[in-house]
């Protein structure tokens, strides 16, 4: 699985949108772009996740470059509850296999009033 | 529905103790995996089951263990326990061992393990 970094942290006002940056510059032509979150003291959540396009939820959207080496997750319009640990990762997805997620560190997201 | 559920919610041991965690996936998944979060660090994989058999191992010592049970339960076994091992324990379910878009992984909300 291609390796992902991310900024160790990041704070974002209430109200405003929130843009979680992650390179993935050597991501293959066959891995997805996934993205979980941690709040405090629970276990991880499930956000979003895409190949190539930009994808959008409920929750919030993916922009992956052209080139795939990067991509962002946006909050449009953060609140507190969103104040989490955010997780980009790259898999392959392969039916069959054990379908493990390796975390990094992710970005500590903390939003203010 | 209910969501994953794990018990106990805490636990405290003591060094060369053994512990057992507990995991209900959520109805109609019958894929159970484990992790471990040290304080700090993101959840590494421990174990997939899928119908009752083991497909998948991380890292981790033979003092771990687990299975899974007809109803897709599953326990997670830790021998002659150490300080290192203190940390959360995740259990997540899916519908199929495999990884594809409709896949997902829920995550329970983790017994925390205290290894005195």
């Known amino acids: 699985d291609a390796k992902t970094t991310q900024p160790t942290s990041m704070d974002c006002a209430e109200g405003r949108a929130a843009n979680l940056p992650c390179n993935h510059s050597t991501i293959s032509g066959n891995e997805y772009v996934y993205w979980y979150r941690q709040i405090h003291s629970q276990g991880p959540q499930y956000i979003i996740h895409g190949l190539k396009n930009n994808e959008t939820n409920e929750m919030a959207s993916l922009i992956i470059t052209e080139d795939r080496k990067s991509s962002t997750l946006i909050l449009p319009h953060a609140t507190l509850r969103d104040t989490a640990v955010y997780y980009c990762i790259v898999r392959v997805p392969a039916a069959g296999t054990a379908s493990k997620l390796t975390f990094g560190t992710g970005t500590r997201l903390q939003v203010t009033l | 529905d209910a969501g994953v559920t794990q018990s106990p919610t805490h636990l405290i041991k003591t060094r060369g103790q053994h512990v057992t965690l507990r995991c209900s996936p959520i109805s109609g998944h019958k894929s159970v995996s484990w992790y471990q979060q040290v304080l700090g660090q993101g959840p590494q994989f421990i174990f997939q089951?899928?119908?009752?058999?083991?497909?998948g191992r991380g890292n981790f010592p033979d003092r771990f263990s687990a299975r899974q049970f007809p109803n897709y339960s599953s326990e997670l076994n830790v021998n002659a326990l150490l300080l290192g091992d203190s940390a959360l324990y995740l259990c997540a379910s899916s519908w199929t061992s495999g990884w594809g878009s409709y896949n997902e992984q829920f995550f329970g909300p983790g017994t925390r393990l205290t290894v005195l």
């Open positions: 089951y899928y119908e009752k058999e083991e497909r």
